[in-house]
């Protein structure tokens, strides 16, 4: 939507005028409810079957990631808000899967 003024006039609208700040959004798993019981059980199985010395010498490698919607850059998406949490509540935290449905 074009609204004939510069995008630095905007931005010194949201900032000076209305106190906001800019926001990077936030990228985070979504998790169904039965993957979140899951990881909760396998936590509470390692800290029930393991002593803290033998948990010492397991190696928890992390996952690879593949994005299937395709490349999200981050330095172009912003969420102008009062404080993070107001930022959160407007749409800061993006909820990724692993592997999309298709």
């Not at 039965?34 to 996952?63: V, Y």
């Given at each position: 939507?074009?609204l004939g003024?510069s995008?630095?006039?905007?931005?010194?609208?949201?900032?000076?005028d209305?106190?906001?700040?800019p926001?990077k959004k936030?990228?985070?798993?979504?998790?169904?409810?039965?993957?979140?019981?899951?990881?909760?059980?396998f936590?509470n199985w390692?800290?029930?079957?393991?002593r803290?010395?033998e948990?010492?010498?397991i190696?928890?490698?992390?996952e690879?990631?593949?994005?299937i919607?395709?490349?999200?850059?981050s330095?172009?998406?912003r969420?102008?808000?009062?404080?993070r949490?107001?930022?959160d509540?407007?749409g800061?935290?993006q909820?990724?899967?692993k592997?999309?449905?298709?």
């Amino acid at each position: 939507m074009e609204l004939g003024i510069s995008a630095t006039r905007v931005r010194r609208i949201l900032k000076i005028d209305l106190g906001l700040k800019p926001y990077k959004k936030v990228i985070e798993s979504s998790l169904s409810d039965d993957q979140k019981i899951k990881r909760k059980q396998f936590a509470n199985w390692i800290r029930n079957n393991f002593r803290k010395e033998e948990t010492m010498r397991i190696l928890f490698s992390d996952e690879k990631f593949f994005e299937i919607d395709g490349v999200y850059n981050s330095q172009n998406d912003r969420v102008w808000a009062v404080d993070r949490a107001d930022a959160d509540e407007k749409g800061g935290i993006q909820q990724r899967r692993k592997f999309p449905q298709k």
